[in-house]
C-alpha cells in the first residue's frame, strides 16, 4: 500500500523518537487510520521522501553533532514549505542550530502527547483550533475554572469560559451553544453541587447528543461513584488544592504538581473524541448515500469519495465543528496532494445541530463564492436524491 504521510525524524535523540512512533501508531489506532499509512523517514532512507505528500519534520539533537546530511535535509525542507519543529530537552539555544534558530521550538519535558498531536494536526488529521469548552458551577469552583482557562491558553488551547468569552450584548444561550459544538473536548468541574444546576445538567446533556467528549475533574467530596465507568475522569484529592477541604474551595486553586496529569488527560480525550465524531458523521452520511441508492467509499485517509463515471470523482471530507474558509483552502490543498484522479468537486460534511443561523447563512453564501462546498447534516438524504 502506498504511504500518504510522512514523518521525518532528524537529529539523534533516538529515545525520544522511539516514544513518538509508539505513541502515534497508538493514535493511528484511536483515529481508526491504516498504520501503513505512515512512512517514517531518517536521513537513512531520505531518498524515500517526496515533495508530493504530505511531511511534518521533527529535529532533536546538539547543534554541534549537526552533520552537513542532515543540515542540508533541513535547509530542503524548510523550501519544500514542510512545518519543522524543533524539540530540546534543555537549552533551545546550547541544541538548536543555527537553521532552526528562527524556529519556535518545544521543550520535550512531559509533552509527548501534545508532540503527537501536533504532528497529526500538520497531516489535518486533527483540527490546529484546539478548542475546550469548561463548564463549571460558580459558586463552587470559579477560581479553578478562571486558573485552568489561563493554563490551558498558555498550552495553546482556544479556551471557552463564559466569563470571558461571551461579548456583552450576545444571545447568552445560543452562544453558549454554538461555541459547545465547535469544542473538541468540555472540560466539566464535577463539584458537589454541579449536577443540580440546571446549566450545568444541560451542557452535560448537550455534550453528550453532540457526541462531545468531557473530561470530568471530580472534587473530593463529590462521590466518585457516579463517574467511575466514564474513560476520562480524574478524582481529586484534598491534598491537589492549595486550600484544606473544609475551607472554602471556590476560593482555592489547584497545586502545579497535578495540573500536567489534567492536561495529557485533555489532549488524550481531545484525540478521541474527534475520532469518535468523525465517525458518526461518516456512518449518518454513507447511510445517506445508502438510502438513496448511490454507491460511496470511505477511502483511509478518512475521506469519501464518489465515483461519477469517466474517472472523475467527487470529494466528501468529514468536518468536526464549525467549518470556516481556511477548512476549504486546507482541504483543497490536502486533497490535491492525496487525491490523484479528476476531481469534479470537494465538498465538507459538518453537522450543522446547534450553529447559531447566522453562521449558517454565512456558510450558505460562502458556497456561491468558494470552490469548495460545505454540506449540513440535514441536507445529507436530499444532496443524494439528485443523483
Known amino acids: 500500500m502506498k504511504y500518504k504521510y510522512q514523518l521525518l525524524l532528524l537529529g539523534e535523540n533516538e529515545e525520544l523518537f522511539n516514544k513518538i512512533k509508539i505513541e502515534l501508531t497508538n493514535k ?10 505512515l512512512k517514517i523517514i531518517t536521513k537513512d532512507n531520505i531518498r524515500e521522501y517526496t515533495g508530493a505528500e504530505p511531511a511534518y519534520v521533527i ?18 525542507q524548510k523550501l519544500d514549505g514542510n512545518v519543522i519543529l524543533p524539540v530540546f530537552l534543555e537549552s533551545f539555544t546550547d541544541e538548536m542550530p543555527k537553521i532552526l534558530q528562527n524556529q519556535n521550538g518545544l521543550q520535550l519535558k512531559d509533552n509527548i502527547k501534545k508532540i503527537c498531536n501536533l504532528i497529526l494536526e500538520g497531516f489535518e488529521l486533527l483540527r490546529k483550533n484546539r478548542k475546550i469548552f469548561i463548564s463549571y458551577k460558580r459558586a463552587e469552583s470559579s477560581n479553578v475554572a478562571i486558573q485552568l482557562y489561563e493554563i490551558l491558553e498558555k498550552n495553546n488551547f482556544d479556551v471557552f469560559i463564559d466569563t470571558h468569552s461571551i461579548d456583552k450584548g450576545e444571545e447568552f444561550q445560543e452562544e453558549l451553544w454554538h461555541r459547545m459544538t465547535d469544542t473538541d473536548v468540555v472540560l466539566m468541574l464535577n463539584t458537589k453541587e454541579f449536577l443540580k444546576s440546571e446549566w450545568c445538567d444541560q451542557e452535560l446533556e448537550k455534550a453528550h447528543i ?29 491534598a491537589d ?15 502545579d504538581v497535578i495540573i500536567t496529569d489534567i492536561l495529557n488527560l485533555v489532549e488524550g480525550a481531545r484525540a478521541r473524541n474527534l475520532a469518535s465524531r468523525q465517525d458518526a458523521l461518516i456512518t449518518e452520511f454513507t447511510q445517506a448515500a445508502h438510502n438513496n441508492n448511490v454507491d460511496v467509499n470511505l477511502q483511509y485517509s478518512r475521506y469519501i469519495s464518489q465515483d461519477l463515471g469517466s474517472k472523475k470523482r467527487i470529494i466528501y471530507i468529514p468536518t468536526v465543528g464549525i467549518p470556516q474558509s481556511i477548512n476549504c483552502h486546507n482541504s483543497q490543498k490536502l486533497t490535491a496532494k492525496l487525491e490523484k484522479g479528476d476531481i469534479d468537486s470537494i465538498h465538507l460534511i459538518y453537522d450543522d445541530m446547534s450553529i447559531r443561523d447566522y453562521w449558517l447563512e454565512h456558510l ?10 460545505t454540506i449540513k447534516k440535514q441536507n445529507f438524504n436530499t444532496w443524494f436524491s439528485k443523483f
Open 364 to 373: 450558505d453564501w460562502l458556497n456561491n463564492y468558494l470552490e469548495i462546498k
Open 241 to 255: 488544592f492549595d486550600k484544606p477541604l473544609f475551607s472554602d474551595l471556590s476560593k482555592g486553586r489547584l497545586k
Open 28 to 37: 493511528f489506532d484511536e483515529l481508526k487510520l491504516i498504520q501503513d499509512l
Open 59 to 76: 529535529y532533536s539533537g546538539h547543534k554541534n553533532n549537526l552533520d552537513s546530511e542532515t543540515e542540508g535535509i533541513l535547509h530542503d
Open 210 to 238: 453532540k457526541r462531545i467528549g468531557i473530561v470530568h475533574l471530580i472534587w473530593p467530596d463529590c462521590d466518585f461513584d457516579n463517574f467511575a465507568h466514564l474513560a476520562f475522569s480524574m478524582k481529586l484529592k484534598e
